[in-house]
């Protein structure tokens, strides 16, 4: 049975009502549970009670601005991923997002294609597989991961085993790159395993 997605819930902190729904309806397309608010001053409520993977914050805003409200975010979840989007970029506000631990700086307008890349690669990060080949390549990693533990062997001692490179074999299980049959078959048999027992229970 496949297993379902995770609903990536974000929440939209702008002002400029138009934009939140324009970022509504693109991410919502993308299959994405969107919430949006016109008022930075309830984000931090918004952010303790409502489970959000991912907040889109505003920079300038008139009650209180993106820095303040990522302070204030930063201090009920220090996990949640934070974008910051600004139609005026500086280095001072940059630095201070980064500082805060805001995973990316984005200038407006957004370019949605370069924007769904920003996305794809936070939920990378976050380990909130998007599709079933996603997830599939996360099932891969953790059962490779697992097993190779379970047998005490170092990633080096894998790469000899199986003459694949010490790096492919740690992006195979961190899920950043997909293996070929022939390269999960050198893994299966270095694990002593089956080459379907490296698909754990997709």
Do not use: W
Not at 84 to 112: H, R
Not at 161 to 169: C, E, G
């Amino acid at each position: 049975m496949q297993p379902e997605m995770p609903a990536v819930k974000i929440l939209i902190v702008d002002d400029d009502r138009a934009i939140c729904d324009y970022m509504q309806t693109l991410l919502e397309k993308d299959g994405f549970a969107v919430t949006t608010t016109n008022d930075p001053t309830g984000a931090e409520d918004m952010v303790r009670t409502g489970g959000y993977h991912l907040v889109i914050l505003d920079l300038m805003m008139p009650k209180m601005d993106g820095i303040e409200t990522l302070k204030r975010i930063r201090k009920v979840d220090t996990d949640v991923a934070v974008v910051i989007f600004t139609g005026y970029p500086n280095l001072e506000t940059a630095v201070a997002s980064m500082k805060l631990d805001a995973v990316d700086y984005l200038k407006k307008p957004i370019v949605p294609d370069e924007f769904r890349e920003v996305l794809a690669r936070i939920m990378r990060k976050k380990g909130l597989a998007r599709t079933p080949e996603e997830q599939l390549h996360r099932v891969i990693g953790d059962t490779i991961r697992q097993l190779r533990k379970e047998k005490d062997l170092t990633l080096k001692q894998m790469a000899r085993r199986t003459n694949l490179s010490v790096s492919l074999l740690s992006q195979i299980e961190r899920a950043e790159s997909s293996a070929s049959i022939s390269s999960l078959y050198k893994i299966a048999l270095a694990l002593e395993s089956r080459i379907q027992d490296l698909f754990g229970e997709y």
